[in-house]
């Protein structure tokens, strides 16, 4: 029923997630304090990084993952090449001047949007190099998956 090993490990989980997006919170909102941005009240500001934060993280994955697929039918040579560096940039700019449009008290200049998107897409880019490619839809590997795919 009520485990408490279970639910240390849950806490301790949710902690060091909690910890580490916390951080990269404080360092989004150095650099976008550098590049102007501005807010009336704390409550604001954490409504913004919480709301920033909820939104990025699915659209991160569906821009993540459009190269992949991009790459694993052909399409394109390499899932870490300009295009997902342009897909990231373009997320974090868009979502970036949609919470400045639709939050009243915060304001941020879009040319510090567009820095800002450009520091973290170069960021993210680099941190794919070291990422493995899928395996693309001629390849032993990808039979082996449909294999398994198919045979349940």
Excluded: H
Aim: net charge negative.
């Amino acid at each position: 029923m009520f485990n408490i090993n279970r639910v240390k490990t849950i806490v301790i989980c949710l902690a060091i997630v909690l910890f580490f997006l916390l951080g990269i919170s404080f360092f989004e909102f150095f650099v976008l304090r550098l590049l102007g941005l501005q807010y009336n009240s704390m409550g604001a500001l954490v409504f913004f990084f919480v709301l920033y934060l909820l939104l990025e993280i699915p659209l991160s994955l569906i821009s993540n993952a459009i190269p992949k697929a991009l790459y694993s039918v052909g399409i394109i040579r390499s899932s870490k090449g300009l295009l997902s560096f342009l897909l990231d940039t373009g997320l974090t700019f868009t979502l970036i001047n949609l919470l400045d449009t639709f939050m009243g008290n915060i304001k941020i200049e879009w040319q510090g949007a567009v820095i800002f998107s450009i520091i973290t897409g170069f960021i993210s880019w680099k941190l794919k190099e070291t990422d493995e490619e899928p395996p693309t839809i001629d390849s032993e590997e990808f039979e082996e998956i449909e294999e398994r795919m198919n045979s349940k």
